[in-house]
């Protein structure tokens, strides 16, 4: 069965520091999504992209996010200077028009130390 | 915007005892999923189920759109049950777009 992958499952990074949170879609979705959890509490939306650029966005989603689809078949998150509010797990997620259902990657630890 | 309210916050079963989850939205959708977080943080999609009921194996679920809550029930409940279960609804009037998640309901399966 298809599957949404991420990479890494762990990322350690210093604070000030820029990361790269990297997301293989399901090959035929089109309708793509980032979302966050702060250890211990509720899934947070940040941002959800469809046809090549943002379609919606959350004001955690500020200056310091970035989402690409550089090729593909990678979807991209990039946070430019990371603080120590940004640990939390990161999920990918990817839906087709027809299935609707949202499916979610493994997600991504992140630690900003 | 829509709020998402699971009930109860925490719940422990005795291995083999069935259990009913609750969750209730403020408005009216047209999408409504379950989810299952193991204790390595992957979320697990149980349920797509807009309107009517769903089973797969010991797990079912209900979603009365109209009454504006959803039920996943979990019957002879086993220790791989444990973990927080959430459910999510569309914030907007796009099914493609964010989901809006409750603040999950923690099962814990004592053997």
């Known amino acids: 069965e298809p599957e949404v992958t991420q990479t890494p499952s762990h990322q350690v990074t210093q604070m000030g520091q820029e990361v790269i949170l990297r997301c293989v879609p399901i090959?035929?979705?089109?309708?793509f999504y980032w979302y966050r959890q702060i250890l211990g509490q509720k899934v947070e939306f940040l941002v959800s992209f469809y046809n090549n650029e943002i379609s919606e966005k959350s004001e955690i989603f500020d200056d310091q996010f970035s989402v690409e689809r550089p090729d593909g078949s990678n979807f991209t998150l990039k946070i430019r200077s990371t603080k120590l509010e940004d640990s939390a797990m990161y999920f990918c997620?990817?839906?087709?028009?027809?299935?609707?259902?949202?499916?979610f990657g493994p997600g991504t630890r992140l630690t900003v130390t | 915007g829509i709020q998402v309210e699971q009930s109860p916050p925490d719940l422990i079963l005795q291995e083999g005892a069935n259990s009913t989850l609750r969750c209730n939205f403020s408005?009216?959708?047209?999408?409504l999923q379950w989810f299952h977080q193991n204790p390595w943080g992957q979320l697990i999609n149980l349920f797509y189920?807009?309107?009517g009921t769903k089973q797969n194996g010991r797990l079912s679920a209900t979603t009365v759109a109209t009454e504006r809550y959803s039920l996943l029930y979990i019957s002879s409940s086993q220790t791989t049950d444990s973990g927080v279960y959430f459910c999510a609804a569309p914030g907007g009037s796009s099914n493609t777009g964010k989901l809006i998640f409750g603040q999950g309901t923690t099962l814990q399966v004592k053997p």
């Open positions: 408005d009216s959708v047209n999408n």
């Open positions: 997620a990817s839906t087709s028009p027809e299935t609707v259902e949202q499916y």
């Open positions: 090959s035929n979705h089109l309708y």
């Open positions: 189920i807009p309107s």
